[in-house]
């Protein structure tokens, strides 16, 4: 895949993965949908989608900030992204979990006998649910706070303001996970454009 192509697609996931955010802080809030069934799937599915999505996201904010960076700052732009990938792999492995429970669980009781089993393995509640999906937002945090400082900054100051905004309000209530996706789509909307992707940070 050339440079042209693997900044469109960029730029497409820039959009995509908010909208698939909200698509399933939609599902969530309609009635029975937090049990299994199709609701429960068509939300976990759409959300693994949407965190899918944000692999050309971390390497599009990894790409603005490497090219003429100094040793020091490529080092910490390289630890602010394996933090983001870390912390989207625990996401994805949530997600996946909540997947396979929701299609093997025939009741609400059994879904949350089944989240019990799965959750009392020493070291799945904190890799898995607790601290492992914090360091995604860690580490998104950070590749939009350095490209938006500096002599050299791409972004506005106001993208890692959105997202610090949208972490928060997720992490308050679930039920405000659309207004999340909205402060992700305002926070990643200028990787959108050709000549943010392409124009290099100086870390």
């Known amino acids: 895949m050339n440079a042209t192509r693997t900044a469109r697609l960029a730029g497409y996931a820039a959009v995509g993965a908010p909208a698939l955010m909200a698509l399933y802080g ?18 976990h599915t759409a959300m693994s989608a ?58 609400k009781e059994e879904q949350s006998r089944l989240f019990e089993r799965i959750q009392d393995v020493p070291g799945v509640l904190p890799a898995v649910y607790r601290v492992g999906p914090l360091l995604f937002y860690v580490g998104l945090l950070a590749l939009l706070v350095a490209a938006a400082v500096g002599r050299d900054r791409t972004l506005r100051w106001w993208s890692p303001v959105l997202m610090l905004v949208g972490t928060v309000a997720s992490a308050a209530d679930l039920a405000f996970i659309p207004l999340a996706a909205a402060c992700y789509l305002g926070a990643l909307a200028p990787l959108t454009c050709p000549a943010t992707r392409q124009q290099p940070a100086l870390v």
């Open 26 to 43: 939609g599902i969530r809030l309609v009635p029975g949908s937090r049990q299994p069934g199709l609701g429960w799937t068509a939300g």
């Open 50 to 107: 949407g965190l899918l999505l944000f692999v050309p996201v971390l390497l599009a904010l990894r790409g603005l900030l490497a090219p003429r960076g100094t040793a020091v700052g490529r080092l910490a732009v390289g630890a602010a992204l394996g933090t983001a990938f870390a912390g989207l792999l625990a996401s994805l492995v949530q997600i996946g979990i909540d997947l396979c429970v929701g299609l093997a669980a025939a009741t």
